[in-house]
């Protein structure tokens, strides 16, 4: 397999999510590797900033997009723009996800949840995912194909640890894993595995990549206690996601689609 399998050059990669924690990486991870990027994230003003600062490090064309990934017209309005902007649409990083505007109500033990912070958490993580996909899919499908990437989590695949929280904090507040953010994740990889049959004919292969605990905020209690459940015994740093993105974009992955590729340090081996 040649060296230039695993790049994108000439590639248009529009990045949902793109201002997050991992959002950022994963776009200049893809520019590194030759794409353009449609950077879109809620905040047109601040996506257009990064994307100035990714074509100036990278020297890919690059456009900020503002989109609510929940709203039908918005997330049409965002591939149209990509389009236009950029000539075309050939990957897809579905990547947005939420805590709402409400953490410390996002965070609220099982009990008590709030169904309007389930619903929040869904428009998003769940509702967005389809939207999106929806309105990429249409496009590829209609242009030759291409690669659509969903960002799952490890809380998809296993139950979270409970024992890891005791002491745990983010941003200065209890920490836990939801059953909102669990079950929605759990949704991508269905989700992902539909599309990937639905769209096999037209040359779309739709895959998911699964992060393990990534560092962002959480407290040093956290980091530890996490930390011992993996065999590599850390958590994630953003860049060591990149190059499975870069995989299930490329052609390196050509005859990959319909699966999960975990990248959690061993977490889910044990």
Not at 25 to 42: E, K, N, Q, Y
Not at 151 to 175: F, K, M, N
Not at 238 to 260: C, E, H, K, M, R
């Amino acid at each position: 397999m040649p060296a230039d399998t695993f790049r994108v050059d000439g590639k248009i990669a529009l990045v949902t999510g793109a201002l997050g924690v991992l959002g950022k990486t994963f776009c200049r991870g893809l520019a590194a590797h030759g794409a353009s990027i449609a950077v879109v994230d809620l905040d047109k003003q601040e996506c257009a900033a990064f994307a100035k600062e990714i074509e100036s490090e990278s020297g890919r064309r690059c456009v900020g997009i503002g989109c609510d990934v929940g709203d039908p017209s918005s997330v049409r309005a965002a591939v149209k723009e990509c389009v236009s902007a950029l000539g075309g649409l050939h990957i897809l990083h579905n990547n947005a996800a939420t805590k709402t505007a409400d953490v410390r109500a996002f965070f609220t033990p099982f009990e008590d949840y709030n169904i309007e912070t389930w619903r929040d958490v869904m428009r998003v993580n769940v509702d967005g995912m389809f939207l999106m996909a929806q309105a990429a899919g249409k496009h590829m499908a209609a242009n030759g194909g291409g690669s659509i990437v969903q960002t799952a989590s490890i809380y998809g695949v296993v139950a979270p640890d409970q024992r890891i929280y005791e002491g745990s904090q983010y941003l200065g507040g209890a920490i836990n894993t939801p059953a909102v953010y669990s079950a929605s994740k759990a949704a991508v990889l269905g989700l992902t595995r539909h599309l990937a049959t639905y769209w096999a004919s037209a040359g779309i292969r739709v895959n998911s990549l699964t992060p393990g605990g990534v560092a962002s905020g959480q407290n040093d209690e956290f980091s530890r206690r996490y930390s011992a459940r993996v065999p590599l015994g850390r958590m994630a740093a953003p860049d060591d996601l990149v190059g499975a993105l870069i995989f299930l974009a490329s052609d390196a992955s050509s005859y990959v689609t319909g699966q999960n590729v975990i990248i959690d340090g061993g977490l889910t081996a044990w």
